[in-house]
């Protein structure tokens, strides 16, 4: 666990009214504008009336999809993509996305994002009917059961349908089959997945701001619970579980997901913008000026210097040439990064009291750094505000948070916390508050349960990152 949450993946689909178009470089750009959600693995899928061909392999979009590798792929009528970062399963390459398995009546391509809860239990049923798996990613335990039940039905919509009713837990799924594409989000609609139909065609995303990069509109986002089949240029959408509570994950609002994109009709930066002013009502303090940890820690400045008044300033150089702390394996390297990352401008901090806003703490290791660098550079007094609950417990549903130990807010209290990170002051924004993000969009609720413990579904007593390499494990009932 590094010192930053992170999240399985992204994926972006294309389906296309006219034949044969250049649809790779299309979603080799929507990809490109969804790196920030894995940068382990990448993979695009290209079907041309029923010719599927594809590439995937561990590393960035750009540096895996140049223009050689782009001449390889050909044009097509359907292309399905993925960006990866493992919440599940080792970091290798015959766990890059998309998955393309050919079976008893023809083939079937699958991205996913999100984090199966019950994929361990699938894979054994399925292993002991002599499925065989190549992966270590609860991914491929959907496609064999996709397979499973393709056999059986007489549509792939259909066996898409019963699938959904045995898996359990978080996922947005594309799907291609040599006629079709399907698109599905979990019926709690855990991860985001939009969509945009114009005369070109229908393409999908996990954010909008894919969707704007590629010239589309977003039309609508994709409701939990729901599939859309794609075929013959129409589409058709069937609501497989229509009473479920919506329960977006909230970090995709704190930290995920780009500013520029909307979830479910909120932007992204103006819900980091309104728990920013959330923070500045319920904590008070005096100070020259707020600042925030870039990159997803300003939005949140902004809002709390705009709700209290004390002036906004820019207070870090941050390289655009390092990468996320979190690739760093080695938690030296990571100390390491976290001192070429950001550089505090000293004349703007020297003798100020700083509020600095953050979207999370999970280990304390980059906050710390950052605070002792700031009294480095002169600050007086230096005030953390994170616009997020302290992290308590696990998230099953496609973080990296599979255990408490390393969590710096395990078993401690805000004081404590304080004292270790070297912060004259600290504060996290409620859960009362956070709630209140859905107050200004189309959901009835999002999923708090790696700050509260109370989880939306069924969840298992334990998980691990490379479960399928583990013992059974048993599941407990907590709901809300």
């Known amino acids: 666990m590094s010192d930053k949450i992170s999240e399985e993946c992204g994926v972006f689909g294309v389906y296309s009214f006219n034949d044969e178009e250049d649809l790779v470089s299309e979603v080799c750009i929507g990809l490109s504008a969804l790196q920030h959600r894995g940068e382990e693995s990448c993979g695009i899928a290209v079907n041309n009336y029923g010719i599927i061909n594809y590439h995937h392999d561990l590393g960035l979009v750009s540096d895996k999809f140049t223009n050689d590798c782009l001449k390889l792929l050909p044009k097509g009528k359907i292309a399905v993509g993925h960006v990866r970062y493992s919440t599940t399963g080792n970091s290798n390459k015959n766990n890059a996305q998309p998955i393309v398995r050919n079976h008893k009546k023809g083939t079937i391509v699958v991205a996913h994002n999100g984090n199966l809860t019950n994929a361990f239990d699938i894979k054994e049923e399925l292993e002991n009917q002599g499925h065989v798996f190549t992966t270590t990613s609860d991914t491929e335990v959907i496609v064999h059961t996709i397979i499973k039940e393709r056999i059986k039905t007489h549509s792939i919509e259909e066996a898409v349908k019963n699938t959904m009713e045995k898996i359990k837990g978080a996922y947005s799924l594309l799907i291609m089959s040599p006629r079709k594409l399907?698109?599905?989000?979990?019926?709690?609609?855990?991860?985001?997945?939009?969509?945009?139909?114009?005369?070109?065609?229908?393409?999908?995303?996990?954010?909008?701001?894919?969707?704007?990069?590629?010239?589309?509109?977003?039309?609508?986002d994709v409701e939990p619970g729901e599939m859309v089949v794609v075929e013959n240029n129409k589409i058709n959408s069937y609501k497989v579980f229509p009473n479920e509570n919506k329960s977006l994950c909230s970090f995709e609002y704190i930290y995920f997901a780009r500013g520029d994109s909307t979830i479910d009709g909120l932007n992204v930066q103006y819900a980091r913008e309104l728990m920013g002013r959330f923070l500045a009502r319920q904590s008070k303090v005096d100070a020259d000026i707020v600042a925030g940890v870039p990159d997803s820690g300003l939005d949140a400045a902004l809002g709390y210097s705009m709700e209290s008044g004390i002036p906004y300033k820019n207070i870090f150089v941050k390289s655009k040439y390092i990468g996320r702390t979190f690739i760093q394996n080695a938690q030296d390297k990571r100390r390491d990064l976290v001192n070429l990352k950001l550089n505090p401008i000293r004349d703007a901090v020297k003798d100020k009291r700083i509020i600095l806003i953050d979207d999370s703490i999970v280990r304390g290791t980059t906050i710390t750094k950052i605070i002792k660098s700031l009294y480095e550079a002169g600050a007086k007094e230096v005030h953390i505000k994170i616009a997020s609950p302290a992290f308590r417990d696990i998230c099953y549903f496609g973080t990296d948070i599979d255990n408490k130990e390393n969590l710096i807010s395990n078993e401690r209290t805000v004081e404590e916390i304080r004292k270790i990170i070297g912060a004259d002051s600290l504060d996290y924004l409620s859960l009362e508050n956070l709630n209140k993000l859905t107050y200004n969009c189309n959901l009835d609720g999002i999923c708090t349960g790696c700050f509260s413990g109370v989880y939306p579904v069924e969840v298992p007593d334990s998980i691990d990152k490379n479960r399928f390499e583990n013992t059974p494990i048993q599941f407990t009932k907590k709901k809300r």
Request: proline fraction near 5%.
């Open 182 to 220: 399907i698109a599905v989000r979990d019926p709690h609609g855990f991860r985001p997945l939009c969509m945009s139909i114009d005369d070109s065609g229908v393409t999908f995303s996990s954010e909008s701001c894919a969707l704007d990069i590629t010239g589309h509109k977003i039309t609508r």
